[in-house]
């Protein structure tokens, strides 16, 4: 179908898929961390609008997991972007995070997981698309796995969803 198509379901799905870390740290920006759910979130760090600092970019050139657990500070959340408030070697650090730059989101806890795959254009270096325009694609190998906690769990592939060109 073309992209344009209202009914483009496949785009449908990762724009409703895109909206679940969203949710998600919204609620914990507003309520905090429920029980033992804690938060892995791959990004991309050169996707454009990601900001942090030199020093840590530097320690991060392509990707950075950032992960929402015990200590986080300010997280505040948009509709096109998050920030929070982490320490990173014991410095203070606030990196500013649009949703389009989301690789992954994770919650161990839950036993689930997105990942979010870079679209062609992005990979030929083209501007990037807009908030929920990535492929979300979940497998349980895109859960980041933290020392002795199971991948896996709740995973959702939009493969089914996507119309077969042969």
């Known amino acids: 179908m073309a992209a344009e198509d209202p009914l483009d379901y496949a785009r449908l799905v990762r724009e409703a898929l895109r909206d679940v870390p969203r949710q998600a740290l919204r609620l914990a920006a507003n309520e905090g961390l429920p029980g033992e759910h804690h938060f892995y979130l791959t990004i991309r760090t050169t996707y454009p609008g990601v900001a942090m600092s030199p020093g840590l970019l530097a320690r991060h050139p392509e990707h950075m997991t950032i992960i929402l657990q015990h200590q ?10 998050f920030s929070v408030t982490l320490r990173f070697g014991g410095a203070p650090e606030r990196p500013h995070v649009p949703f389009g730059a989301l690789v992954a989101f994770a919650d161990p806890a839950a036993q689930f997981g997105l990942h979010f795959e870079e679209t062609e254009e992005e990979h030929a270096g083209a501007a ?16 980041p796995e933290a020392a002795g906690e199971p991948s896996g769990g709740n995973v959702v592939d939009i493969r089914a969803f996507r119309r077969r060109e042969d």
């Open 72 to 81: 986080f500070w300010d997280l505040a959340v948009g509709e096109d972007a």
């Open 128 to 143: 990037p698309p807009e908030a929920g325009e990535t492929e979300p694609a979940t497998t349980p190998e895109a859960v």
